[in-house]
């Protein structure tokens, strides 16, 4: 299915190749933003097809890179995020299809209002051009990037981790047969063809006006770079320090599902708790189950004094640990004093990502999230919530810490930007 590699001698070919490709997503990007919704739906409608049909060609290539990820000592978290099972190829078909039912944001009047001079002015959703998607270990970002710029009319590059290389290639086979059925450029899904880490660099500059926005997924130090480097916009998080406030009139059955679950469902995504926070008033009942529950379940503990007293396994905290994203089976815990002071806590050490409280206390809930000042807040949930697929988005693009334009899940909508149209019947201003 894929054609060949071109070779890429030094770094004058490879920026001669990557202004190629950006010119011709560019092209590709004028022909989506006037594509009408049914034919990018059947795009869609193809590409989960093929998806579904071509899952043993996927599954196959991700093992020969989780085969190699092993023998370069990788760690299990960072395997785990690479490895694709036959239910989570499913997933990512089925997320295709939510993809697909939602509502196209592209044209989209948010807001109309009349003039006194009798003008009308609307407000409304356009594509925001070419997005450069640099992302590491999880190929599935391919196709969620994937879809869901071109469910927004927007032309797309993705740039995968050399560890997901032929997963990615596998998937991005899948997307251009969809774009090939409905008639759309190939061009509008390019994958940079190419470990080389030089393709990154250039992504950044732009690519002479190529790329309007930059959306990094990975660890901190790309993430770090992008906001260093990039002379295009950024829709990024830096990292997922997430906690989790088990407040003194929690129940204890329902702290003990939230908390493991947030921890252990999946250690490394950027959605999992890193730093527990128990009231003082409710570690006499809660702090020892809550500690063995997670020991139990092959989670390091690592605490405070209060919690080191809870059960001889706990490791000490150190300072370092409550500012850390382990994305690992790891978790830091605290005693704290009051909700004051764990929301000051968050405030000091939290990455503005996803933070919850677990609490019956209505006004408790209702000070956390308002006062927490992150993109995702929850009351008695867990943080692993943190995705757009589970927000009904079908899937996220990448979820964004700041506060300008998108912020949280991006989804189709997010990747949108507006313009105003405005209709008169010959008026001038004076």
């Known amino acids: 299915m894929s054609a060949p590699l071109k070779a890429i001698d030094g770094n004058a070919d490879l920026a001669a190749l990557m202004t190629d490709l950006a010119a011709k997503a560019r092209a590709a990007a004028r022909v989506l933003a006037l594509a009408p919704?049914?034919?990018?739906?059947?795009?869609?409608?193809?590409?989960?097809?093929?998806?579904?049909?071509n899952a043993p060609a996927i599954l196959?290539?991700?093992a020969e890179d989780v085969a190699e990820a092993r023998a370069a000592g990788m760690t299990a978290a960072f395997v785990d995020r690479l490895t694709l099972t036959p239910a989570r190829v499913a997933g990512m078909a089925d997320g295709v299809a939510t993809v697909r039912e939602i509502v196209d944001p592209v044209g989209a009047v948010t807001e109309s209002w009349q003039r006194p001079n009798g003008m009308t002015i609307e407000r409304v959703r356009v594509p925001l051009g070419v997005i450069g998607v640099i992302f590491e270990s999880r190929p599935n970002v391919a196709a969620d990037a994937g879809v869901l710029c071109l469910k927004s009319g927007n032309a797309v590059m993705l740039r995968g981790g050399s560890d997901s290389f032929r997963s990615c290639r596998a998937i991005h086979d899948c997307l251009v047969q969809g774009?090939?059925?409905?008639?759309?450029p190939e061009a509008a899904i390019a994958l940079v063809p190419t470990r080389d880490r030089a393709?990154?660099?250039?992504m950044l500059t732009g690519l002479n006006g190529g790329i309007d926005v930059i959306v990094p997924r990975g660890g901190k130090s790309l993430v770090a770079r992008v906001e260093a480097e990039a002379r295009v916009p950024v829709f990024a998080h830096l990292e997922g320090v997430n906690h989790i406030y088990v407040d003194a009139s929690a129940r204890l059955d329902m702290a003990k599902?939230?908390?493991?679950n947030a921890k252990m469902r999946r250690p490394g995504v950027c959605g999992a708790v890193e730093?527990?926070?128990?009231?003082?008033?409710?570690?006499?009942t809660k702090l020892k189950p809550l500690v063995e529950l997670l020991i139990d379940a092959g989670c390091e503990v690592r605490g405070d004094d209060i919690v080191q007293g809870a059960d001889a396994r706990v490791k000490p905290a150190s300072d370092e640990d409550w500012d850390t994203e382990y994305e690992d089976a790891i978790i830091?815990?605290?005693?704290v004093g009051s909700l004051d002071e764990a929301i000051a806590h968050i405030q000091n050490h939290g990455s503005h990502h996803t933070d919850a409280i677990v609490t019956e206390d209505a006004a408790a809930a209702h000070r956390f999230l308002n006062e927490v000042d992150s993109a995702i807040v929850l009351h008695n949930a867990s943080t692993q919530f943190a995705d757009g697929g589970e927000f009904g988005f079908g899937a996220e693009i990448g979820i964004a810490t700041?506060?300008?334009h998108a912020r949280g899940p991006v989804g189709a909508e997010q990747l949108t930007s507006f313009k105003y149209r405005v209709h008169g019947t010959g008026q001038t201003r004076p």
């Open 257 to 260: 599902e939230v908390v493991l």
């Open 179 to 184: 774009l090939r059925e409905a008639g759309l």
């Open 60 to 62: 196959a290539a991700n």
């Open 37 to 53: 919704p049914e034919q990018k739906n059947r795009a869609l409608a193809a590409i989960e097809a093929a998806i579904r049909a």
């Open 402 to 404: 700041g506060k300008f």
């Open 199 to 202: 393709a990154v660099g250039l």
């Open 275 to 284: 730093t527990l926070l128990i009231d003082r008033n409710a570690a006499a």
């Open 332 to 335: 830091s815990a605290k005693i």
